[in-house]
Each structure stands twice: as structure tokens, then as C-alpha cells.
């Protein structure tokens, strides 16, 4: 009997086996696999396989000792206890398969198998004496029986999963903390971590030290978190230590003193006051170079007091001896302290300057850099020192610093502003683009973005934001635009057709109205405004109505008629004079006449004109006065009079000579 054996990682196993012989086909047994899924803790998944074989088929078979077995890889938690195993058979062949059971060679007793003639099932129950551990990676399940006849097995298996060890969450990492000022300790607080069972439940547990105990400098102390469930100790720990930072104290450090050697001596015994260090943790040492009362020859000679604590922290104060008989070492030419950016595309710098040089009035004056010209400097701070000896042992040292700043910022390549129309019928469109390329020339760190390829953009302008930062602090923002455009301008209907009409009577304008018309668009109409209303009073002449549909994206729409009031009615002119009879003023051929000039109206405005005006002068004889009302739509109306100025004066002789008397010219008989 063969059988294929499947497993499932479930408290109870469900397991249904279909198999073939030679010469069957496919089609004799069909099977379904429903595939298992984790719910989570306190959920249950499930696992079924259902097979349905044809019985019956008029095959022969041949019984001989044959045997189930099926190799397979941990389908059950490590650790896993079998309990018992429940068979059911179905077959098409009668009788009874005694066999026996056994997991990775080690038997687990005997089973008896029972085949019905009709395809139904009996059942065979098998319970395990002794738990059967199931460890190993791969493991091996073996039926051992008697019969060749198609059948089919259902094997259910119940185990047990013993209880797991307690874990913890939030374990802090070693801490490093400075002494507080003054004092050889500091209290030190953290976030206490939480500790679970296997089933993650909180559970308590105990610790060596608490968050806010007293830490005292030396070394690291280890402080341990203990929790137990079921029997079983979970421990985890991390570690404290206390750093002294402060650095001892050195007082009563005298001034450089100066002294000139005795004549004919190189040498002069140089005294001060005694100098003293404290520290907040103790000393370990305090030296000094030289002592009061030594011998120091001619030049400089620096004393120097180091005093070190018990962390290894020195202190170092110096004065000078200065022995006048010569001069000190000079180093000149000392750089200026040096600020480089790193490399380009590197996290270091090449850093060249102009080495000092050293001179003294003795010989055998030596200068050495702690750093060569041409170095390779790291990211930070770092001091070069060039120190000068002359024969006499004067010691000068000068420095300058090398700061090697990352301002390199990260580079966001590939991006460029896009611009799409928004998708037909709708107020946005899906856009996507290539992720761009993010570099950096040390490390970089954390990369944000606004917005992701194939996100949804609506109309407008989208700006896309990515920020890149290194771990010197530099950061680079690169943006581009995402334009989705509306390109669909909204739609007025119902625009009427041009109007025209008459004023009123006696008015000079006329209400007009009419069907408004409506406006859509494929986004939102945002406004539909008109320059005038249904029923506004319009005055004469034309006037445009103008519709204007606006939408989101600003597509404006315009549609309009016109409106035409027509004034048809003629001025009117009272009050015109009558004919106007004056007398010519004395001695002149004419008259100035006046008169009350007539009044004029219109149901609009009216310009009032005249061929004379009141006042004109007028000659003697009879003229007509006509006066025209014209309004703005060219209608008019005339009235006249006439003025007659009459000569009822005779004429009159004037600068009459009197009586002439002359002689004649020389040689006539006349005068001239």
C-alpha cells in the first residue's frame, strides 16, 4: 500500500491521501487543496485536502508485503509532542490490513487497517504509548502492511507544543555616561525594557539595578534583567560605565621667570613656589619636568607640571625659564590654520601648505611635524604640531589645526518637471517617473519623498519634494513640478440670440429679459457670472451681455449677444417768443434784440441750438429765428419767430462848409 503523506503546521492535523498504481490515469482521483493561512495569536488557520477515488475499475490486483512511507521537513513546531494518530481507509477491496507504525525507524506499535467493498470507511484509532518528541529536520513516518488494493488514508495527528522561553523588548544598549562635575559619580536613568512570554504576554521580572541608581567611574558595571515563565530564565543585559571627563587642577603655577646667568657661567639655579594638583576622582601621578633649585642653562627652558588622574585624564601647565645669555628657537612660517573641504567624491582631503622654519642663535636647532606636508586628513579636527630643540634643550612647539568639513550634500539626479493632461472625463491623471539617482561622497543617510511614482495627481501644479541627508548633517532638496492641466474649457448653453427693443415712453432706457443660460464643465464650474441680468434696465443704445464660465484650472469660456434700446421719440420746444418788432437805435442801421430763449425736452437729453442768440444784433429789416432740439439718437424738433427792426429815423446832413473866399492861382483866372 502506497501512500503519499502530507503535513500541515496545525494543533490538529488534518491529512487526506489519494494515491495511484501503474496503469491509472490522473482522472481516477481528483484532488483539492485548499491552501492554509495564519490568522494571528489567538486565531486558528486550517489545512484540507479532499480526494474522491473511483472505485470499482475492474483491475487486478496482486497482494504482497508492501509498505506507506513519506519523507518530510519540519512541518511541525520544533519541539512538537505527538500524542496520537487517528487512521480512516477507504478502498474498493475487502479485508484487513494488519501493519505497524513508526516514526524516524523507532516503531510506535501496531495498527490495523480495514478496507470496505462499497468505498466507504471504517477507522482505526492509534494512540502513542510514550510521547514521541518530533525534532529533527527531517522526519520520517512508515506504515507497514499487507494489502495492494487502492486505498485511501486519512491520518490525523495530535500534538503538543511545550511552552517557550520569556523574551524581553526595549533592552537598552550600553550606556557611557561623564562623571557629574565635582563628583567621582553620576546617576544614570534609561527606559526600563518590558519582558513577554512565548504566548507575548507581560510578565515580571528583576533587575540587578534601576534606572536612576548612583554609577560610580571605574569599570563598566553590568546590569541584569531576569525573567522566568514556566519554569524556563530568560536573562539580558547591558553594561553602565562612568567616564571622568574632568581633568585635574594645577594651581600655584608660577609666571615664566626670567633670570640673567652669572657672569662667565652658563648655568644659574632657578627657585618658586612650591605648585600643587587636585582632582575630583584622585590623582595617580604629578611630575614636573624640573624642581625649584635646579641648574638651568642659558636660553629658554620650559618647565612643565602633568598631573594625571586616576582615569587617565593630564593636566599640563608650563612655564618658561628664560637664562638671558641667548636667544630661544624661533619657528616662523607657521601656517594659518587650515580649512579644507573633503576631496571631491571622497570623506577625506589632501591637505599640502608651506612647512615653517626654525632658527636660533646656537646651533643644532631641529624642527619635526607630527604630520607630514601632503597627509591624508580625516572629516573633523586635527591639530598639527611642529616643535623646535636647540642644543641648549629649549623646547618651542607651535601648531595649527586642519578642519576637514563635509559640505559635499548629497546628489538627487534624473528628476525633471512633468506635465501631462488630466485623464478625459476626470479632474486628475496617474503619473509616474523614473526614481532618480541618490549619491553621496561619505555616507548618506535618511531619503524622504512627498509623493510616489503612479500617484494620483489632480489638476494643478503638484510639487514633488525629495530630501536626501548624509551623516555630516548636509542635506539637498530637489523638487520638480507635476503639472496635470485641465485643457477642457467649460460649456455655456443657451445663449440667447441679439435683442432689440424701444425705450419706454418718456424714458430713455427699457427692462429687458430672457432665458438665462447654463454652464458645465468636465471638472467644476468654480464661477458663471454675466455682466447684466434678466430684468436689469438697460439704457439706450447697445449693450454686450457677456456669460463668463470659469473652472479650477482658470479655462474661461465666454459667450454673449447684445441688446439694442432704441429711442424713437422727438424733443419737444415750448415756450418760443413771438415776432419780435423793435426800432433801429438812434444813428444806427440795427438793434440789439433780446428775448426769453424757449425751453426744450426729450425723454432722454436734448442739445438746445439756435441760428441768433438772445442779445445778437440784429440790422434793420426782418430775420428769422430758428432754434433745433436734437437728442442723442438724432431726433429733432424746430421753432422759430421772426425779429423785424424798423428805420423810422430821417437822414441828416452834417459838417456842412461855410462861405469860402480865395484868390486865384499865380497866371489863371481860377483857384484850386
Not at 484532488?31 to 488557520?45: D, K, N, Q, R, W
Not at 497482494?63 to 512541518?75: G, K, L, S
Not at 536613568?189 to 518590558?194: A, G, H, R, S, V
Not at 602633568?306 to 612660517?333: C, H, M, R, W, Y
Request: hydrophobic share 40%; with cysteine.
Amino acid at each position: 500500500m502506497k501512500i503519499n503523506l502530507l503535513f500541515k503546521i496545525l494543533p490538529q492535523l488534518l491529512l487526506i491521501v489519494c494515491f495511484l498504481r501503474a496503469g491509472e490515469v490522473k482522472a481516477q482521483c481528483v484532488e483539492t487543496i485548499l491552501v492554509p493561512f495564519y490568522i494571528g495569536s489567538g486565531g486558528t488557520a486550517s489545512y484540507v485536502e479532499t480526494s474522491s477515488c473511483v472505485c470499482n475499475q475492474g483491475y487486478t490486483y496482486i497482494d504482497v508485503n508492501e509498505y506507506a512511507e513519506r519523507n518530510f521537513t519540519n512541518p511541525l513546531p520544533v519541539g512538537a509532542v505527538i500524542s496520537s494518530m487517528d487512521f480512516i481507509v477507504y478502498g474498493i477491496s475487502c479485508g484487513i490490513i494488519p501493519g505497524t507504525v513508526s516514526l524516524n525507524g523507532t516503531a510506535l506499535g501496531n495498527v490495523t487497517l480495514v478496507d470496505d467493498c462499497d468505498c466507504s470507511c471504517d477507522s482505526d484509532n492509534f494512540s502513542v504509548s510514550g510521547a514521541a518528541s518530533y525534532n529533527t529536520a527531517l522526519n520520517t513516518i512508515r506504515i507497514d502492511g499487507n494489502d495492494l488494493a487502492p486505498s485511501m488514508v486519512e491520518i490525523k495527528i495530535t500534538y503538543t507544543v511545550p511552552g517557550g522561553p520569556p523574551f524581553f523588548t526595549g533592552m537598552p544598549s550600553n550606556i557611557t555616561a561623564n562623571a557629574a562635575p565635582g563628583l567621582c559619580n553620576v546617576a544614570v536613568n534609561w527606559l526600563e525594557p518590558i519582558a513577554f512570554n512565548n504566548i507575548c504576554a507581560v510578565i515580571p521580572y528583576t533587575s540587578t539595578h534601576n534606572s536612576g541608581d548612583v554609577f560610580a567611574v571605574g569599570v563598566p558595571t553590568t546590569v541584569i534583567y531576569s525573567a522566568t515563565d514556566g519554569g524556563i530564565t530568560t536573562t539580558e543585559s547591558f553594561t553602565v560605565t562612568v567616564l571622568d571627563a574632568e581633568f585635574p587642577v594645577i594651581s600655584g603655577m608660577p609666571a615664566n621667570i626670567t633670570m640673567v646667568a652669572p657672569v662667565g657661567s652658563c648655568e644659574t639655579a632657578i627657585s618658586w613656589p612650591a605648585v600643587s594638583a587636585t582632582d575630583n576622582c584622585g590623582l595617580s601621578s604629578f611630575l614636573s619636568t624640573h624642581n625649584s633649585g635646579d641648574i638651568f642653562s642659558v636660553g629658554i627652558t620650559t618647565v612643565t607640571y602633568t598631573a594625571e588622574d586616576n582615569s587617565g585624564n593630564i593636566k599640563l601647565e608650563t612655564f618658561d625659564v628664560i637664562i638671558i645669555d641667548d636667544q630661544d628657537p624661533v619657528i616662523s612660517g607657521m601656517p594659518s590654520n587650515v580649512s579644507v573641504n573633503t576631496d571631491a567624491g571622497s570623506c577625506v582631503a589632501v591637505v599640502n601648505w608651506t612647512a615653517p622654519v626654525v632658527t636660533d642663535n646656537c646651533l643644532g636647532a631641529t624642527i619635526t611635524p607630527d604630520f607630514l606636508i601632503g597627509s591624508t586628513f580625516p572629516l573633523g579636527l586635527t591639530t598639527v604640531t611642529y616643535t623646535a630643540t636647540d642644543a641648549s634643550g629649549n623646547i618651542v612647539t607651535a601648531s595649527f589645526t586642519v578642519t576637514v568639513t563635509d559640505n559635499e550634500a548629497p546628489e538627487i539626479l534624473g528628476l525633471a518637471n512633468i506635465t501631462v493632461n488630466i485623464t478625459s472625463g476626470f479632474c486628475n491623471a496617474v503619473v509616474t517617473w523614473a526614481a532618480p539617482n541618490i549619491t553621496d561622497n561619505c555616507v548618506l543617510g535618511p531619503v524622504s519623498q512627498s509623493h510616489n511614482s503612479g500617484d494620483v495627481f489632480p489638476a494643478g501644479t503638484t510639487t514633488v519634494n525629495y530630501t536626501a541627508e548624509d551623516m555630516a548633517g548636509n542635506s539637498i532638496s530637489v523638487s520638480f513640478d507635476v503639472t496635470v492641466v485641465d485643457n477642457e474649457s467649460p460649456v455655456i448653453s443657451g445663449t440667447p440670440s441679439n435683442i432689440s427693443v424701444n425705450t419706454y415712453v418718456g424714458s430713455c432706457d427699457a427692462v429687458v429679459t430672457w432665458v438665462v443660460p447654463s454652464a458645465t464643465d468636465n471638472c467644476a464650474v468654480i464661477s458663471f457670472t454675466s455682466s447684466h441680468n434678466s430684468g436689469d434696465v438697460f439704457p439706450l443704445g447697445p449693450t454686450t451681455v457677456v456669460y463668463t464660465a470659469t473652472d479650477l484650472a482658470g479655462n474661461l469660456t465666454n459667450d454673449s449677444f447684445t441688446i439694442t434700446v432704441t429711442d424713437n421719440e422727438n424733443p419737444v420746444i415750448t415756450n418760443v417768443p413771438s415776432p419780435l418788432p423793435v426800432n433801429a437805435a438812434t444813428g444806427i442801421c440795427g438793434e440789439i434784440v433780446s428775448w426769453t430763449a424757449p425751453l426744450a425736452s426729450d425723454n432722454c437729453s436734448v442739445i438746445l441750438t439756435s441760428t441768433h442768440a438772445s442779445g445778437s444784433f440784429f440790422p434793420v429789416g426782418t430775420m428769422l429765428v430758428t432754434y433745433t432740439a436734437t437728442d442723442p439718437s438724432g431726433n429733432t424738433a424746430t421753432a422759430s419767430f421772426n425779429v423785424t427792426v424798423i428805420d423810422n429815423q430821417p437822414p441828416a446832413i452834417n459838417s456842412v462848409p461855410g462861405n469860402i473866399n480865395i484868390n486865384t492861382d499865380a497866371g489863371v483866372c481860377n483857384a484850386i
